[in-house]
């Protein structure tokens, strides 16, 4: 009868300790899935360059023929001021309107289709041009239109306080990859952005402001040389700073243009990976999952 008590209160602390054990690796594993679940700037980062390191051919073409390019066009077809006087600017703004939408339509074609690359690359698989530029185009005249809705209700809700405007800012900062990737029309695609954003919007925050202050300090530095160059030739600073990187195709023209290209993929690129992260963060979506979109 000792043996048997014996037995069976061994065989009790047993699983007693197995019942501690295992809630402790269930607690784990929980502590680890919920750790899963926050939005990763880290890891942000290392789907943003991972993707550009492995299409880098591919986003050069995007960039090249789907936004230099056109601006190249655009600014030929443009007629150009030799001085900014009072009465030039008005001239100039109307005859360059057509040639401003015309840049932002394929600006918009750009984007619709690097962010198709790019989810595509998350999932592993090769991004191809054609299948990539198709989806692009789809997005691209909807893409236009909400981008500028959302301009002016961004504007208007700046005109008095600027975080009202900064707070849509973020609540629409994945608009633009939830129409590519989910198909969800204008007004889905802002409430889709809307709640993928929610809790995560101040890391967001952070790291599309550290984007904002490079592409200040890139495109200001570029400014600055120009009028100070063309200064010294005689013209104002201002004057001299739009000619020499705004206007015409002076070697500053041509690389403050080339910075906005590089700018603009970065960018574009770094959407898509919030994208993806926020997938993952808010529904434990895997990038592989992401094909049941098109399924």
């Known amino acids: 009868m000792k043996r048997r008590a014996r037995g ?15 809630g402790a ?12 679940q926050r939005f990763d700037l880290g890891r942000v ?39 900014f006087t009072a009465g030039a600017i008005p001239g100039f703004g109307a005859g ?20 198709r690359a790019v989810v595509a690359d998350q999932r592993g698989e090769k991004p191809e041009l054609m299948p990539s530029l198709t989806q692009g185009a789809r997005s691209a005249l909807p893409m236009l239109v909400m981008f500028v809705l959302m301009y002016f209700a961004i504007l208007i809700a700046s005109v008095f306080f600027l975080v009202p405007g900064i707070i849509l800012a973020l609540m629409w900062a994945v608009a633009a990859p939830v129409m590519v990737e989910e198909n969800a029309g204008i007004i889905g695609s802002l409430g889709r952005s809307r709640a993928l954003t929610k809790g995560s919007r101040w890391v967001i925050f952070l790291t599309l402001l550290a984007l904002l202050i490079l592409y200040l300090l890139v495109l200001g530095g570029l400014i600055a040389i120009g009028g100070t160059y063309q200064t010294a030739s005689g013209a104002g600073w201002f004057t001299g700073a739009a000619i020499a990187t705004s206007q015409g195709f002076g070697g500053l023209a041509i690389a403050y243009m080339l910075a906005n290209v ?16 926020l997938r993952f963060v808010r529904e434990g979506d895997r990038p592989e999952s992401l094909a049941e979109v098109f399924a």
């Open 8 to 22: 069976r209160k061994s065989l009790d602390s047993r699983g007693v300790a197995g019942n501690i054990a295992g």
């Open 25 to 36: 690796q269930g607690d784990f594993r929980m502590a680890t899935a919920a750790g899963a």
């Open 45 to 83: 980062v290392a789907r943003a360059t991972g993707s550009i390191g492995r299409n880098i051919g591919l986003f050069a073409i995007l960039a090249i023929g789907l936004e230099f390019v056109p601006a190249l066009a655009v600014r030929a077809l443009t007629p150009t001021p030799t001085t």
């Open 96 to 115: 360059s309107l057509i040639g401003v939408f015309v840049g932002i339509a394929f600006f918009c074609l750009m984007i619709g289709t690097m962010i």
């Open 262 to 277: 590089v700018l603009s993929v970065v960018s574009t690129v770094l959407v898509a990976a919030i994208y993806v992260e």
